[in-house]
């Protein structure tokens, strides 16, 4: 396969990864209610092209994650947005650079890790699908944990006063959903990813931009 033939490939995947983010960002696939709670879908395209296409691919689409994020929190805030956004002041309560950090940084490096814990564990366990499942679950959990941490170290007294509640009424909250939707959407990862990771090989492999070196 000719270089150009398999930029434009990678270009076309890329596009393909971005339009279903967005798609997910701006409806409610991106976020799935679940009796009184929510749980979100958009770390799965992240997590699939880290797995799939490596950690690079990952890293890319976690900004993207990290932008609709963004976008979303500074157009259409609500009473917490401004942990996601420097531009947001609600109540005399603002963002700022660590904002930034907390809607990026955690993003991205859930793309970059995946890909490279998958690489990891599929090079000792030659196991595919259970590889995808493994780094799939466990940075579902880094990932949750780095935005929630983030905002109750940056930002836990302005939390706290956004909601009208304590720092231990935030750090309960926090815990909350660390028990509930974090344990969901882990187990969301855990399932799909493996499955979409075996649909879509395939067709990475034959394009020559999947991430590892398959028989």
């Known amino acids: 396969?000719?270089?150009?033939?398999?930029?434009?490939?990678?270009?076309?995947?890329?596009?393909?990864?971005?339009?279903?983010?967005v798609v997910m960002a701006y409806t409610p696939i991106g976020y799935i209610p679940v009796g009184a709670l929510s749980i979100t879908t958009m770390h799965l395209p992240v997590i699939l092209a880290g797995v799939l296409c490596g950690p690079a691919f990952g890293a890319a689409m976690g900004f993207v994650f990290g932008l609709t994020s963004f976008l979303r929190a500074t157009f259409?805030?609500?009473?917490?947005?401004?942990?996601?956004?420097?531009?947001?002041?609600?109540?005399?309560?603002?963002?700022?650079?660590?904002?930034?950090?907390?809607?990026?940084?955690?993003?991205?490096?859930?793309?970059?890790?995946?890909?490279?814990m998958f690489r990891f564990f599929h090079g000792h366990m030659k196991n595919e699908p259970f590889a995808a499942a493994l780094s799939a679950a466990i940075n579902t959990v880094l990932h949750t944990l780095g935005v929630l941490g983030g905002?109750?170290?940056?930002?836990?007294?302005?939390?706290a006063s956004a909601?009208?509640?304590?720092?231990?009424?935030?750090?309960?909250?926090?815990?909350?959903?660390?028990?509930?939707?974090?344990?969901?959407?882990?187990?969301?990862?855990?399932?799909?990813?493996?499955?979409?990771?075996?649909?879509?090989?395939?067709?990475?492999?034959?394009?020559?931009?999947?991430?590892?070196?398959?028989a």
């Open 1 to 21: 396969m000719s270089k150009n033939k398999q930029k434009i490939q990678r270009l076309t995947l890329a596009a393909f990864f971005i339009a279903i983010e």
């Open 151 to 159: 905002i109750y170290l940056f930002f836990a007294p302005q939390y």
């Open 76 to 116: 259409t805030p609500t009473i917490t947005s401004f942990v996601f956004s420097p531009f947001v002041s609600v109540g005399g309560i603002s963002g700022n650079f660590w904002s930034l950090v907390i809607v990026f940084v955690p993003r991205i490096l859930l793309g970059f890790l995946s890909g490279v």
């Open 163 to 214: 909601l009208g509640t304590s720092l231990t009424g935030v750090a309960a909250l926090l815990l909350g959903v660390i028990a509930s939707n974090m344990l969901l959407e882990t187990a969301l990862a855990a399932v799909t990813i493996p499955l979409l990771y075996k649909a879509l090989a395939p067709s990475a492999q034959r394009m020559g931009i999947l991430s590892i070196a398959r």
